[in-house]
């Protein structure tokens, strides 16, 4: 069983920056890779970034160039680090941990950019 606990949310004036993290804890060895979505109200949830074991990224093209992810200890945690941030960056971010067998979500957290 793998756990995703994630934190880093919050309030923030718009050209602002934060920066998200997701602690994994349990079966890490099955996590093959780690990203984040994000879904606003009304909206679908959709992919914003992912990160390979061999360090491979991918990003959502609103966010490439202004976002950034990275991973510590090769699989247990992964960041979003959240530069110039725009109004609609608002939504909640769930983690997210692909595996062989299954899939793992975090929680969500709450991300919020005032204009």
């Known amino acids: 069983q793998v756990q995703l606990v994630e934190s880093g949310g919050g309030l923030v004036q718009a050209g602002g920056s934060l920066k998200l993290s997701c602690a994994a804890s349990?079966?890490?060895?099955?996590?093959?890779?780690m990203g984040w979505y994000r879904q606003a109200p009304g909206r679908q949830r959709e992919l914003v970034a992912f990160i390979t074991n061999n360090g491979g990224t991918n990003y959502a093209d609103s966010v490439k160039g202004r976002f950034t992810i990275s991973r510590e200890n090769a699989k247990n945690t992964v960041y979003l680090q959240m530069n110039s941030l725009k109004p609609e960056d608002t939504a909640v971010y769930y983690c997210?941990?692909?595996?062989?067998?299954?899939?793992?979500w975090g929680q969500g957290t709450q991300i919020t950019v005032s204009s």
């Open positions: 349990g079966n890490t060895f099955s996590i093959s890779s």
């Open positions: 997210k941990a692909w595996s062989g067998f299954t899939d793992h």
